[in-house]
Structures are given as structure tokens and as C-alpha cells.
């Protein structure tokens, strides 16, 4: 089982930066780096959707459509932790930030959400025009 706490969100201009980070606290006997991680996304009034995902050493991401190139996802194992950077930044990237792990035993990257058991509590990203 693992504890997730997403950071680095806030209120930034259009065209703007934001690096999240999630820090995971791993149960004994376990290790972070056994967890595949994604990140996810919920605007107001919208359904929970996948922005990317990487596998549980860090050799191969995935990402939605609609990143298009602006955003890059990061672990770093030694330090329990995962980052989304995003660049270029617009106002329909305003939403609740969540990064979730699964525990796996491939190398296949999950994009339904559903299939995630850890989550932490999300962190706000409020881009304006």
C-alpha cells in the first residue's frame, strides 16, 4: 500500500509553467519503484481523465492526446517520487491534479482510472486567460 501527496499546483497565466510533484510513502517491505504511476485530471463538471503515465522504473510514458507535447512525466525511485512537468499552459488545463499508482507486474501503462488503487488527495492547477 502506498501514500500519495501531490504538490506544486497553483494559479498561473496562460503560456505558463507548473512542475507536480506527488511523494509516495511506501509500506514497509515495499518499493516505489514496483508502482506504475499516472496522473489524472477532473475539471469542474467533467469525468476524471488520464493525462499520462509512466512504468514503475521509468523507461517508457504515455500521454493523452491532448497534452500534445507540453507536458512530460519524471520519477525519480531513490526519492519515492514523481513529477508532471507542464509547459505552454492553457485554461482548459484547469482542473484537480491527481497522481495514483498500481502495483504491476508488467510494463503496460493503465490510462482508465479505474484501474489505479492508490490515489492521493489532488492538487488544483487554475490557469487563466
Known amino acids: 500500500q502506498v501514500q500519495l501527496q501531490e504538490s506544486g499546483g497553483g494559479l498561473v497565466q496562460a503560456g505558463g509553467s507548473l512542475r507536480l510533484s506527488c511523494a509516495a510513502s511506501?509500506?514497509?517491505?515495499?518499493?516505489?519503484?514496483?508502482?506504475?504511476m499516472g496522473w489524472f485530471r477532473q475539471a469542474p463538471g467533467k469525468e476524471r481523465e488520464f493525462v499520462c503515465g509512466?512504468?514503475?522504473?521509468?523507461?517508457?510514458?504515455a500521454y493523452a492526446d491532448f497534452t500534445r507535447g507540453r507536458f512530460t512525466i519524471s520519477r525519480d525511485n531513490a526519492k519515492n517520487t514523481g513529477y508532471l512537468q507542464m509547459y505552454s499552459l492553457e485554461s482548459e488545463d484547469t482542473a484537480v491534479y491527481y497522481c495514483?499508482?498500481?502495483?504491476?507486474?508488467?510494463?503496460?501503462?493503465?490510462?482508465?482510472?479505474?484501474?489505479?488503487?492508490?490515489w492521493g488527495q489532488g492538487t488544483q492547477v487554475t490557469v487563466s486567460s
Open positions: 511506501v509500506v514497509s517491505g515495499d518499493t516505489f519503484n514496483d508502482y506504475l
Open positions: 509512466i512504468t514503475p522504473r521509468g523507461s517508457s510514458s
Open positions: 495514483a499508482v498500481r502495483r504491476v507486474f508488467s510494463t503496460a501503462i493503465l490510462r482508465e482510472w479505474s484501474s489505479y488503487d492508490n
